[in-house]
């Protein structure tokens, strides 16, 4: 058994650490000769690469934008049909108590007929004859449905909320196709 000193240890750790850092320092020298004596294929041709795939992300970024774009005025027409259908009924319902469940729920979309109409209308100008009391908005829609004549007012547009009408009246009501009955004030 061989006995060694400390100073011998020291100098085999020391040559251990030695060989180590130098075998590190001949891979990072010849490693980056290899990694840069490599030269990028024209860096020019990359570039439009680039230009060309940006163009081709740009339409189809657009081309995508433009298939899911909500249809704005299904969607607008959608809510002011329910306004005033919504408003038909309930003023049904308070004028007409004796109506049927029924017959309210066959009031829809496609039965009515609406009309948005303006202060020199010819509705509004029979409709201020009549009635005086009606104040005239932006937003006034006449509802026709079998024999009813439904006014309806809004402070703001119908077609952008669901809301509450300003003022709703039912202007008149057909018996039959040749007699009409205005409403007592």
Same mark, same amino acid.
């Given at each position: ?9 020291? %100098?085999?750790?020391?040559?251990? /650490?030695? =060989?180590?850092?130098? &075998?590190?320092?001949?891979? $990072?020298?010849?490693? @980056? ?53 919504? %408003?038909?009924?309930?003023?049904? /319902?308070? =004028?007409?108590?004796? &109506?049927?469940?029924?017959? $309210?729920?066959?009031? @829809? ?77």
């Amino acid at each position: 058994m061989e006995f060694r000193s400390r100073s011998d240890t020291y %100098s085999v750790r020391f040559m251990g /650490r030695l =060989r180590i850092q130098l &075998l590190l320092i001949l891979l $990072l020298f010849f490693g @980056k000769n290899v990694l840069f004596s490599q030269t990028p294929a024209v860096p020019e041709e990359s570039e439009d690469v680039h230009k060309k795939n940006a163009a081709a992300l740009d339409k189809e970024y657009y081309e995508y934008y433009f298939r899911t774009i909500p249809n704005v005025d299904a969607l607008e027409k959608a809510k002011l049909e329910y306004n005033l259908i919504r %408003s038909f009924k309930l003023e049904l /319902r308070r =004028r007409e108590p004796s &109506l049927s469940p029924d017959y $309210l729920k066959q009031i @829809k979309a496609a039965n009515i007929r609406y009309e948005r109409v303006g202060a020199d209308s010819i509705w509004m100008r029979g409709i201020r004859n009549q009635m005086q009391h009606i104040r005239f908005q932006e937003y006034m829609y006449i509802v026709i449905y079998d024999k009813y004549f439904l006014y309806i007012s809004y402070e703001i547009n119908p077609s952008r909320y669901v809301m509450e009408p300003y003022q709703v009246q039912l202007i008149f009501q057909k018996e039959n196709p040749f007699f009409i009955k205005l409403p007592d004030p």
